[in-house]
């Protein structure tokens, strides 16, 4: 059994490192993608308040495909450069948006989503494998210690998904 909780009321710089360290702990020696995903996700879930839609689009070519998540079933596939997602994956940038409704292109799978963080997954610090996108229904839900934690949680997980 896996019991890893965040503790209550923390920082968020601290939740972050408590997330990473757990995240740490659960993929480390395990070489299957697909499952340290799964728990990565279920970390994320578990660890960061208010969000309504959380997982991984995965780097297939010119688009990315739906990789494991917590929410409401979401769109398969996403061409490079469309909607928030897409347009992590064509600039390897991370994308905070605090009001995805101001956002042009945006792809609604959840009409609950308003603010919206995604964070691009790179190996070597240059090849895209992945996304990992965080979707909240509060506007403006996440800022730069959220953009910060996930990073750091993508810094991680490159070489293990
Ligand atoms: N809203 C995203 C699509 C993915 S869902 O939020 C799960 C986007 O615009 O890229």
């Known amino acids: ?70 929410g409401k079933p979401a769109c398969i596939r ?3 450069g469309q909607g928030v997602c897409g347009a992590a994956a064509a600039s390897g940038e991370t994308q905070l948006v605090p009001d995805v409704h101001a956002f042009p292109g945006h792809i609604a799978c959840d009409a609950a989503s308003r603010a919206e963080l995604v964070v691009p997954v790179l190996r070597e610090d240059r090849i895209l494998i992945a996304v990992i996108d965080l979707d909240s229904p509060e506007p403006s839900r996440f800022d730069g210690d959220d ?8 810094a991680l997980i490159a070489a293990r998904i």
């Open 1 to 70: 059994m896996y019991d890893f909780a965040a503790s209550a009321d923390l920082p968020k710089p601290e939740l972050y490192r408590e997330l990473i360290m757990a995240a740490d702990a659960l993929t480390a020696g395990e070489f299957d993608g697909v499952a340290n995903m799964a728990n990565i996700v279920a970390l994320i879930w578990q660890f960061v308040p208010r969000l309504n839609w959380a997982g991984f689009y995965r780097a297939q070519g010119s688009e990315l495909v739906l990789g494991p998540f917590a």
């Open 78 to 80: 996403i061409p490079f």
């Open 147 to 154: 953009a910060r934690g996930i990073e750091a949680l993508a």
